[in-house]
C-alpha cells in the first residue's frame, strides 16, 4: 500500500540556517513524489516535483529509492519560507495521490 | 485563466444529513479530484472524474459519492453525514492529456457536522 510519512510535526529554525523537510514513502512501483505547500492563508500548491529535478524558491529535494527518501531541502532559510509542507506519493494516471501529514515550518527572524 | 473555485466556503448540517459540495475546475482542464482533508492531517484522496466517470477512488465508503458535469464541473455529494465527516473538502483539477500531476487546488469547503 502506498504510504507517505513525515516525521516532524512542526520544525523551527532561524533566518539563514539550513532546512531539511523529512519524508519517507512505502510503494512497490516506481514513484512519483512531489511537495506541496501552503501558506498562510493560501490554497495548497505544488512546490517541486522529483521528475523535474528543479529547484524552486532555492528547494530542492532528492529522490533516494534505496533508503524510499525525498527530503526537502533548503541551504538558508528565509522568513517568508515559514508554511505547512505536504510530501505527496503520486498514483497511476494521477489517481490516489497520498498525502503525508504535513510539517510546519517556521522560519524564525 | 480562472481557477479552482469551490462553493459553500462553509457548511454546518447535522449528523444524518446529505451535504452536496461543488467544484469549477480551472480553465483547461478535465480531471476533477477530490480530498478531504481533518484538521491536523494531510488531505486523503476520496476520488477522481474523468470524462464524467470515476476513474480512481480512496478509502471511502459508498455513502461518499460524485458527479461530473460536461463542463467538467463537478459535485461531491455526501450521505447520511457523521460526525467523523467534519473536515476541510478541497478539490484538485488537472489536465489528463497534459500532465496529469500538475493538479491546481481549490480554497477548499469547511464542513462541520453536529
Known amino acids: 500500500a502506498q504510504r507517505v510519512t513525515q516525521p516532524e510535526k512542526l520544525l523551527s529554525v532561524f533566518k539563514g540556517a539550513p532546512v531539511e523537510l523529512k519524508c519517507n514513502y512505502s510503494?512497490?512501483?516506481?514513484?512519483?513524489l512531489f511537495w506541496y505547500v501552503q501558506y498562510s492563508r493560501q490554497r495548497l500548491q505544488l512546490l517541486l516535483r522529483?521528475?523535474s529535478r528543479e529547484s524552486i524558491k532555492g528547494f530542492t529535494a532528492d529522490l533516494n529509492k534505496g533508503e524510499t527518501s525525498f527530503h526537502l531541502k533548503k541551504p538558508f532559510a528565509q522568513e517568508e519560507d515559514s508554511a505547512m509542507y505536504y510530501c505527496a506519493l503520486g498514483g497511476n494516471y494521477g489517481q490516489n495521490f497520498v498525502f503525508g501529514p504535513g510539517t510546519r515550518l517556521s522560519v524564525l527572524p | 485563466e480562472t481557477g479552482v473555485t469551490q462553493s459553500p466556503t462553509h457548511l454546518i448540517k447535522t449528523r444524518g444529513q446529505q451535504v452536496t459540495l461543488r467544484c469549477s475546475s480551472q480553465?483547461?482542464?478535465?480531471?476533477v479530484s477530490w480530498y478531504q482533508q481533518a484538521l491536523g492531517q494531510g488531505p486523503q484522496f476520496i476520488f477522481q472524474?474523468?470524462?464524467?466517470?470515476?476513474?480512481g477512488r480512496g478509502n471511502f465508503p459508498p455513502r461518499f459519492s460524485g458527479l461530473q458535469f460536461p463542463n467538467y464541473s463537478s459535485e461531491l455529494n455526501v450521505n447520511a453525514l457523521e460526525l467523523d465527516d467534519s473536515a476541510l473538502y478541497l478539490c484538485a483539477s488537472s489536465k489528463t492529456g497534459g500532465d496529469i500531476y500538475e493538479q491546481y487546488f481549490g480554497p477548499g469547503t469547511r464542513l462541520t457536522v453536529t
Open positions: 480553465s483547461g482542464h478535465n480531471t
Open positions: 510503494y512497490s512501483g516506481s514513484p512519483e
Open positions: 522529483h521528475i
Open positions: 472524474y474523468y470524462r464524467e466517470e470515476e476513474n
